[in-house]
C-alpha cells in the first residue's frame, strides 16, 4: 500500500521504517530539511537499535522522505506522527497537529478518491473527535465517515527497543466509527497480537491510562524501595517475590532513578491537566510525580551523606540518556540530578555512550563532558550511575580519587573494594 508518515521524528520515523519492512511503499514528510536529507541517505537521525539497517536497506526502495506535503496525495493513507508536547503548565500543546492537519486537509480537498488518516501522535481524550475531524473537514471539503476515514492508533513502542515493539507489538487499537478505514488500517499493520477496536475517544485515554499505569509501577516499587532501604531489605528480592503472584507481573519492577523520557513525564501532567480542568483531583497520579521527582533528591542525599559536602568535590554522572540504548535525552532524571549536585557546589562531569550530543544543547558548558567512563571518573570523588547502559554493568573505578559509587540502576555487578551505594536497596 502507499503510504505517508507526517513527522519524522522518532514515532514517524520508526513507523515509516517498519511499515517499509512490511513491504509498504512509504513517504515521510518533515518540515526539517537536515533530517530528510540524512534519511535520504540512509542515516538515520537519531539512535535507535535496528534502524538504521533498516533505512540502508529499504531507502531508494520502498522508502524515502521529503518536505513536500504534497507528496500525500500519491499515497492511500497517512499516518499523522508529530509532537505533542507539554505547554509551560502541562497541557498538552496542539499547536504541531493542528497545523500539520489543518495542511493536510488542504492539499486532500485536491484528491477525489477515498483517504485514510491515522494520528498515532498522542493527544488528550476527545482531540481527534472535538478538533482533528473538525480541522480535515474544513480544510478539505470532505466528511470524516464518507470520503475520508480518521482512526486514533496510538504508539505503545518503548524507545531503545522501539524497532522490534512496533513490528511485534502486545496489541494495536484502532480507534474509529469508520468500518472500512478499519479494514485498511488492519491490512497496513498485518500484526499478529490483538487489534483492540474502539471509540477515537477511548483510544486516546488507553494510551494515557497505558503510560500512568507502568509509571505508576515504577513509582510504586520505588516508594517500596525507599522503605525497604531504611529497612534494611532488598527490594529487589521483594519485586522478584511480588511478581510471581500472575496478577502482578516483573516489567516496570525495578526500583531506582525512576522515569523519565519523551512520553511518560508530558503524557502524565497532560492528563492531570485535562483532569483539574474537569474538576477532578487524581491524587494518585499526582502521587506517582512526586514520588519520581523525590528520587534524584534522595540519590545526591546519598551521594552527600558519603563526603559529609559535595563543594568542589568532582562528581561524575554515568548516563544522560533517559534510558539505556537510546541517545533521547528529554526529561531524563539525570538532569535533576546534575542541577541538585552543581547547586551543592560540585564539579560535574558527565559522560553517556551515545545521548552527549543532545545532552550538551541542555546542559551548555555547565558541566564538562568526557569521551569515555574512564577519562570522566579519573581523579573524581564520587559516581552516580544514572541510565542503566550494559556499558556500566562492568565499569572500572580504579581511576577514582576515593571510589564512591551511588548506583542509581542497580545495574553495577563487581562492587567488591568499592564504596557501594544503591539508591534504595
Ligand atoms: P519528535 O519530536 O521526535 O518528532 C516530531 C517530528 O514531527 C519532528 O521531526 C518535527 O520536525 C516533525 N513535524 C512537526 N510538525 C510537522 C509538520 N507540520 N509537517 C511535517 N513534520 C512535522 O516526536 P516523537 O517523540 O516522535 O513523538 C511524536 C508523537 O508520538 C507525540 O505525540 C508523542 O507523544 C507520541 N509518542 C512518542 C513515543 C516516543 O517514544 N517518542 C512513543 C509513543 C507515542
Not at 95 to 104: E, P, Q, T
Not at 159 to 186: C, H, Q, S, W
Not at 388 to 406: H, L, P, Q, T, Y
Request: proline share 4%; hydrophobic share 40%.
Amino acid at each position: 500500500m502507499d503510504i505517508s508518515v507526517i513527522g519524522a521524528g522518532y514515532v514517524g520515523l520508526i513507523t515509516a521504517a517498519g511499515l517499509s519492512e512490511k513491504g509498504h511503499n512509504v513517504t515521510c514528510v518533515d518540515i526539517q530539511k537536515e533530517r530528510v536529507e540524512l534519511i535520504n541517505s540512509g542515516r538515520a537521525p537519531l539512535f535507535e537499535e535496528g534502524l538504521e539497517e533498516i533505512l540502508k536497506r529499504n531507502v531508494g526502495e520502498n522508502l524515502r522522505a521529503t518536505t513536500d506535503l504534497e507528496n500525500i496525495l500519491n499515497t492511500d493513507v497517512t499516518f499523522i506522527c508529530v509532537q505533542t508536547p507539554a505547554d509551560f503548565d502541562g497541557a498538552v500543546d496542539l499547536r504541531y497537529i493542528k497545523k500539520a492537519v489543518s495542511d493536510m486537509g488542504k492539499i486532500l480537498r485536491k484528491k477525489d478518491s477515498y483517504h485514510v488518516v491515522v494520528v498515532k501522535s498522542t493527544v488528550p481524550p476527545g482531540t481527534t473527535e472535538e478538533i482533528l475531524i473538525p480541522l480535515l473537514e474544513k480544510n478539505s471539503g470532505k466528511i470524516a465517515g464518507k470520503d475520508l476515514g480518521v482512526v486514533m492508533s496510538p504508539e505503545f513502542l518503548r524507545e531503545g527497543l522501539a524497532m522490534r515493539d512496533f513490528l511485534n507489538p502486545d496489541r494495536i487499537v484502532i480507534g474509529t466509527y469508520d468500518k472500512r478505514a478499519v479494514k485498511i488500517v488492519k491490512r497496513i499493520y498485518n500484526a499478529n497480537c490483538p487489534v483492540f477496536e474502539t471509540t477515537p475517544k477511548t483510544a486516546e485515554m488507553i494510551k494515557y491510562a497505558s503510560n500512568i499505569f507502568l509509571a505508576t509501577k515504577i513509582s510504586f516499587i520505588n516508594d517500596i524501595g525507599n522503605i525497604c532501604k531504611k529497612l534494611g531489605i532488598d527490594v529487589y528480592e521483594v519485586a522478584e517475590g511480588l511478581s510471581l503472584d500472575h496478577r502482578i507481573n516483573p516489567h516496570s519492577m525495578r526500583a531506582g532513578l525512576g522515569w523519565g523520557g519523551s512520553c511518560f513525564p508530558k503524557d502524565i501532567r497532560g492528563l492531570v491537566h485535562k483532569s483539574r480542568e474537569l474538576g477532578y483531583e487524581p491524587k494518585l497520579v499526582d502521587a506517582v510525580i512526586q514520588i519520581n521527582e523525590e528520587q534524584p533528591k534522595i540519590m545526591v542525599r546519598l551521594g552527600k551523606n558519603k563526603l559529609g559536602s559535595l563543594e568542589n568535590k568532582k562528581a561524575v554522572v554515568l548516563g544522560l540518556a533517559f534510558k539505556g540504548n537510546t541517545d533521547d535525552v528529554r526529561d531524563s532524571q539525570a538532569f535533576p540530578v546534575i542541577e541538585l549536585l552543581l547547586r551543592e557546589g560540585a564539579e560535574v562531569t558527565a559522560y553517556d555512550p551515545k545521548a552527549m550530543e543532545n545532552a550538551k544543547k541542555v546542559l551548555n558548558n555547565r558541566v564538562r563532558f568526557a569521551d569515555s567512563a574512564e577519562k570522566a571518573l579519573k581523579d573524581a570523588d564520587i559516581a552516580f550511575i544514572t541510565t542503566d547502559w550494559d556499558e556500566f554493568k562492568n565499569i572500572s573505578f580504579d581511576g577514582m580519587k576515593r571510589k564512591i559509587v551511588i548506583d542509581g540502576r542497580n545495574i553495577l555487578r563487581d562492587r567488591r573494594d568499592i564504596d557501594y551505594e544503591g539508591l534504595c536497596w
